[in-house]
Nanobody, 117 residues
Framework: QVQLVESGGGLVQPGGSLRLSCAAS????????MGWYRQAPGKQRELVAT?????????ADSVKGRFTISRDNAKNTVTVYLQMNSLKFEDTAVYYC?????????WGKGTLVTVSS
């Protein structure tokens, strides 16, 4: 079993910053690709950023230069962070943590980010 628990969402003004965290535990490996996706109201879920141990991060064009993904590989857990700066109204969405393993996708329950003045 794989468990993903996100935290760090909330309400922020345009131009502000938030940091999301995702703690992964269970039958995982430090090499599992992980990432963040988001889904805005009425829209499909889209990739925000991914990171794999041993390779560079990958970002959606819409967040390049504003968001930074990183990961911390501990003995039994992996934590993935998403530092979001210069937030815009269009960044409002539910953000989901993702882990890939053996051709399967695991998802967290999501954390809501609202950018509003």
């Amino acid at each position: 079993q794989v468990q993903l628990v996100e935290s760090g969402g909330g309400l922020v003004q345009p131009g502000g910053s938030l940091r999301l965290s995702c703690a992964a535990s269970g039958s995982i490996f430090s090499t599992n690709p992980m990432g963040w996706y988001r889904q805005a109201p009425g829209k499909q879920r889209e990739l925000v950023a991914t990171i794999t141990r041993g390779s560079g991060p990958n970002y959606a064009d819409s967040v390049k230069g504003r968001f930074t993904i990183s990961r911390d590989n501990a003995k039994n857990t992996v934590t993935v962070y998403l530092q979001m700066n210069s937030l815009k109204f269009e960044d409002t969405a539910v953000y989901y943590c993702n882990l890939k393993q053996w051709a399967m996708d695991y998802w967290g329950k999501g954390t809501l980010v609202t950018v509003s003045s």
